[in-house]
């Protein structure tokens, strides 16, 4: 749906009177009336959508998980901002949205680091709304951790071992088909990892990852346990990108072996 004039005026006026430091477009805009309108000019404006784009400072394009509650998308977009170096904590921003026009102070950053916003791969942005549920719904009343390793099945499945008999043997389940995500979030009770093609097939679950953190210099926040060095580690070893869910909550990428976020949807920033 796309934003209609009254609310882009409403976010205009609400953005100077606020002292706002950005302008941030949550639906359907016109880039061409953004960037011929003088008035808009006083702000680094940014869209949310499919791409990801920050070489026109002016115009940033940001691609964030889908379908996550305002509060989380906010959450990601004062992450992004904070990373840019567009705001620091404590300033605040304006968000516009086909339906609300609202204020948003910065304040205790999440961490994100710009490789994370730059990946806008369709299945990574899918298990982060996943896990994002899981976070904060957990199951039948208990917190849940788990943890999908996405890509570069072969060698990952090279570096581990089946926990149990593969519950996904001979089902073709995609994590990018809305009707899977029930038995993910069953299936994230079990112990293990998930393995998950580039293109989201769930090749297996309850899978051990072999990774003997030894000699890979790993660089994680003091206080992980193996869940983590795991996540981490396969990263490491072959190409695949790796999301874990703790069971206090928090979100992590990795990637080459570098934590690329780390974001907690129980916290408000
Ligand atoms: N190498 C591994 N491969 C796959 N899963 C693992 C591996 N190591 C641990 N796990 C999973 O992580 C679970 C929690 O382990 P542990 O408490 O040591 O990790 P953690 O990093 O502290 O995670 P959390 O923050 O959720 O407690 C294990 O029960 C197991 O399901």
């Known amino acids: 749906m796309a934003i209609e004039k009254p609310l882009m ?30 008035e808009f000019s006083e702000f680094p404006l940014v869209l949310i959508g499919p791409t990801f784009d920050v070489k026109n400072r002016r115009l940033l394009k940001l691609s964030i998980p889908r379908n996550l509650n305002l509060g989380s998308i906010l959450n990601f977009v004062s992450a992004f901002l904070v990373e840019q170096g567009l ?15 609202g204020l948003r102070r910065v304040k205790k950053n999440l961490f994100a680091s710009n490789g994370f916003f730059s990946q806008s791969q369709s299945v990574i942005q899918r298990l982060i709304e996943i896990a994002v549920e899981l976070s904060i719904e957990g199951r039948e009343g208990y917190p849940v951790g788990t ?4 890509g570069d099945v072969k060698n990952v499945l ?26 993910i979030k069953e299936f994230a009770q079990l112990d293990g990892a998930f393995v998950i093609s580039s293109r989201g097939r769930i090749v297996s679950a309850g ?25 981490a580690g396969i990263t490491k070893l072959t190409k695949a990108t790796s999301i874990s869910l ?14 690329l976020l780390e974001y907690n949807p129980r916290l408000k920033y």
């Open 246 to 259: 703790s069971e206090s909550g928090t979100i992590r990428v990795f990637k080459k072996g570098v934590m």
């Open 158 to 183: 090279k570096h581990s071992h089946s926990m149990l008999p593969n519950p996904f043997k001979g089902h073709r389940i995609n994590v990018l088909d809305r009707n899977s995500k029930e038995i």
């Open 87 to 101: 705001l620091r904590e404590g300033d605040s921003y304006v968000y516009v949205s086909s339906e609300v026009v």
């Open 147 to 150: 943890l999908f390793v996405v």
């Open 207 to 231: 899978v051990y990852l072999e990774v003997d953190p030894k000699g890979l210099d790993l660089m994680l926040p003091p206080g992980l346990g193996t869940r983590h060095i795991a996540a």
């Open 9 to 38: 005026d409403a976010a205009l006026t609400l953005a100077r009177a606020a002292g706002a430091k950005a302008m941030v477009f949550l639906d359907e805009v016109s880039e061409e009336t953004l960037l011929q309108n003088r």
